[in-house]
């Protein structure tokens, strides 16, 4: 079955430190990824997407995520987190498009900054 | 870009009446456009796929007499909650894939809807 796996569901980093958030798929083909981040009470905003090509992708913010299709993983990664960073973050997984195919998320992890 | 918008951003109701969601994208034409709820602190569960010109395709578990769904045009689709009740309380939020092989690999998202049912 395909799915999404965030195996931390609330990570705390203090403001300046380095994060990582890590995120596992299962998919029977070869997957599309995303990183969106959602504010309370605001709706999704894409941070980066991994189609095809380089495995190290930048995204906006600061933020990077490497594919690595051994390990089955796309973990996002800033090498300084800002206050402004906290918030909740999805993982998710789509796949080969007939007529519209939904994205699949995982449960998300909610990023606590300390000062 | 491609933006999509929903209306209204927020509503509260009273238990019984039946709520009508709008999902536009605003700059390009969606072939299909997703339902998603999201329960507070938790992830975004797909309810229904639409397809313009067709009947949408809910998932297991979801009423489709209870959340009707109708995507008439390429850029308009919307979800009516009928005879909602408390637990209909959630936040709903659509998206968009654009029309074209290569525009499906990614959906663009509304800001959502927040539904309380008094």
């Known amino acids: 079955a395909q799915s999404v796996t965030q195996p931390d569901i609330h990570i705390t980093v203090s403001e300046g430190a380095s994060l990582e958030l890590r995120c596992n798929y299962s998919?029977?083909?070869?997957?599309?990824l995303f990183w969106y981040v959602q504010s309370p009470g605001q709706g999704l905003q894409l941070l980066l997407k991994?189609?095809?090509?380089?495995?190290l992708v930048q995204g906006i913010k600061g933020f990077e995520a490497e594919f690595k299709r051994s390990q089955s993983s796309f973990n996002l990664r800033k090498p300084s987190v800002h206050w402004s960073d906290a918030a909740e973050y999805f993982c998710?997984?789509?796949?080969?498009?007939?007529?519209?195919?939904?994205?699949?998320f995982g449960k998300g992890t909610t990023l606590s900054v300390s000062s | 870009g491609a933006v999509v918008s929903q209306h209204p951003s927020w509503v509260i109701c009273k238990s019984g009446t039946s709520v009508k969601i709008e999902c536009r994208s605003l700059?390009?034409?969606?072939?299909?456009m997703f339902w998603y709820r999201q329960f507070p602190k938790q992830s975004l569960m797909l309810m229904a796929t639409s397809n313009e010109g067709s009947k949408a395709t809910y998932e297991q578990g979801v009423e489709k007499d209870k959340f009707l769904i109708n995507h008439a045009s390429l850029t308009l689709s919307t979800l009516t909650v009928t005879s909602a009740h408390p637990e209909d309380s959630s936040f709903y939020i659509c998206?968009?894939?654009?029309?074209?092989?290569?525009?499906?690999?990614?959906?663009?998202f509304g800001p959502g809807t927040r539904l309380t049912v008094l």
């Open positions: 998710a997984v789509g796949g080969i498009w007939q007529a519209g195919t939904a994205l699949i």
């Open positions: 998919y029977g083909a070869t997957p599309y």
């Open positions: 991994y189609f095809s090509g380089d495995t």
């Open positions: 700059d390009f034409q969606a072939t299909t």
């Open positions: 998206s968009a894939s654009k029309t074209g092989t290569s525009g499906n690999r990614e959906q663009f």
